[in-house]
């Protein structure tokens, strides 16, 4: 999948599926500083964060291959709910 392709699916998400929570799918402007580069994030919806050096690693998929799978994988769970405030820890 290409870059703009991965981007439309992004946009798609959430619009359509985190729309009414509070997170959204951020597209994370790449760096070429290291031979890794995080792809997108799953962030707070209030985050303002956009480059990769201000996302948490835990929520990066470092791997256009790994976004891909992930993008699926959330397209799969039309009925989960996303936020925050309703997650048992």
Do not use: P
């Not at 992004?10 to 929570?21: A, C, H, K, P, V």
């Not at 500083?33 to 948490?56: F, H, M, P, S, V």
């Amino acid at each position: 999948m290409k870059k703009q392709e991965l981007q439309k699916r992004i946009q798609g998400l959430n619009e359509y599926m985190l729309s009414d929570t509070d997170k959204k799918l951020l597209m994370l402007n790449i760096s070429s500083d290291y031979t890794y580069n995080k792809a997108i994030a799953l962030i707070n919806r209030n985050n303002t964060e956009t480059n990769w050096y201000g996302i948490d690693n835990e929520n990066c998929f470092k791997t256009w291959d790994e976004a891909e799978a992930f993008l699926d994988v959330i397209c799969l769970a039309r009925n989960t709910n996303f936020n925050d405030k309703n997650y048992e820890r």
